[in-house]
């Protein structure tokens, strides 16, 4: 799959990117090859393949005990902020 430059403008002003006319075709060239080794990805016969819980045979994941390990210090910890209520945080509107 072979990317446009124009489709390389609207990748760069989504990830907010600032490139250079001389920078489009790089990009173009890394994204397409990128691309392809996904479609290569998307080629290989999974169909058969059964999903394993961990790399080796045999082996299972030690979990350890869904329990609290330390004590709750909100109130502690909220005493150096500037603005609580309920418990919450008050921050000041950055976004309009």
Known sequence: MSLSPKQ???I???ARLELKAEE???YAE???RIFGLVGELDRAQTAHVE???HPLEDQ???LRADEPTSINQR???QRNASQVEDGLYLV???IE
């Open 8 to 10: 390389i403008e609207s």
């Open 12 to 14: 760069a002003h989504l």
């Open 24 to 26: 489009i075709p790089v």
């Open 30 to 32: 890394s994204l397409s």
């Open 51 to 53: 999903p394993m819980a």
């Open 60 to 62: 299972v994941q030690r």
């Open 75 to 77: 109130d502690l910890y």
């Open 92 to 94: 000041p509107k950055v």
